[in-house]
């Protein structure tokens, strides 16, 4: 029996797998792949920004699907897979093959766990693992979150993105450490993810991941709290910056569909930096942010 591909990208929070991922959606134009989208926070961003681009996609949020509370979801997601999934327009999407985006904290290395454990070996392999890196938070994520060495463990491909943003020098001892951490990983350089997609793409890459095993994650990570804000009114941008730069280093992460004094706008901070570009109307002006335990500061 065949059985289908997964290809699995993991990376921290900002490091670029939502862009990779819009990129992987216009180059799939009739592949058949589906985008299964985690989400730490409890509400779907990336899902539905996915199937605006003209993908196919499943979000599991609420924490990391390598977690306890969410292996169960996330399996039953991968049976939905095999049974095919209703498209809107009543057709039926019998995928050739299956994308999954793992939270920023997700530590992958109990996949191969999970679908034996579940029986989904039957019906999937992962045919690859890629990890997104940025260069500007790599050293000292290591130091704090051990989940981050396993992305980087279990990764048969490591883009080693936003290199245009960082000194020669950093890139060279990122670089350096990625190779002690996986030796046996290809490291791509890139900027926005914009490579061939078609190395992500292969079916038949070493899938280091299968090798490996890992007991499922706690529920709830002492190192992150998810936030989520709804907006009844449009907001300034200049109060969201303000905002941003009082949370510091406390916020690793913020996006979402908001309604701005300046029209809607899909919102992206990460390593300190800010991105708006205009979307359309959401069915609510929502921003989701995971940051570290504490107060990140008043809209006001």
């Not at 065949?2 to 900002?14: A, D, E, R, S």
């Not at 990570?221 to 009082?246: H, L, V, Y």
């Not at 510091?248 to 992206?268: F, M, N």
Request: hydrophobic share 45%; glycine share 8%; with cysteine.
């Amino acid at each position: 029996m065949n059985t289908l591909p997964i290809w699995l990208v993991v990376g921290f929070l900002g490091a670029g797998k939502t862009t990779l991922l819009r990129r992987l959606v216009h180059h799939a134009n009739g592949r058949g792949l589906l985008f299964i989208v985690n989400e730490f926070s409890a509400v779907d961003v990336d899902a539905g920004l996915i199937e605006r681009e003209g993908g196919t996609a499943l979000a599991v949020a609420g924490g990391s699907i390598f977690c306890r509370c969410l292996v169960t979801e996330f399996m039953s997601t991968l049976t939905r897979v095999t049974e095919g999934i209703s498209l809107p327009n009543g057709d039926i999407l019998k995928p050739q093959g299956v994308v999954i985006e793992a939270s920023g904290m997700a530590d992958p290395r109990s996949m191969r766990r999970l679908l034996q454990e579940s029986g989904l070996d039957r019906h999937f392999h992962v045919a690859g693992v890629t990890a997104v890196v940025d260069p500007g938070t790599l050293m000292k994520l290591l130091l704090v979150l051990p989940n981050i060495r396993g992305q980087i463990e279990s990764a048969d491909v490591i883009l080693l993105n936003k290199t245009d943003l960082h000194a020669p020098e950093t890139i060279a001892k990122v670089r350096e450490k990625l190779v002690a951490i996986n030796p046996q990983a290809k490291i791509i350089s890139c900027t926005y993810g914009n490579i061939p997609p078609e190395i992500l793409l292969a079916d038949g890459l070493s899938a280091r991941i299968e090798q490996m095993d890992a007991a499922f994650g706690l529920c709830r990570d002492p190192n992150f709290e998810r936030e989520t804000e709804t907006f009844d009114k449009p907001i300034e941008i200049a109060q969201i910056e303000a905002r941003f730069a009082q949370a510091g280093e406390k916020l690793y992460r913020a996006k979402g569909s908001i309604l701005t004094t300046e029209g809607w706008r899909y919102l992206d901070w990460s390593a300190g930096r800010l991105t708006l570009e205009p979307c359309p109307p959401a069915p609510s002006s929502t921003l989701v942010m995971i940051r570290a335990p504490g107060a990140v500061g008043s809209w006001q």
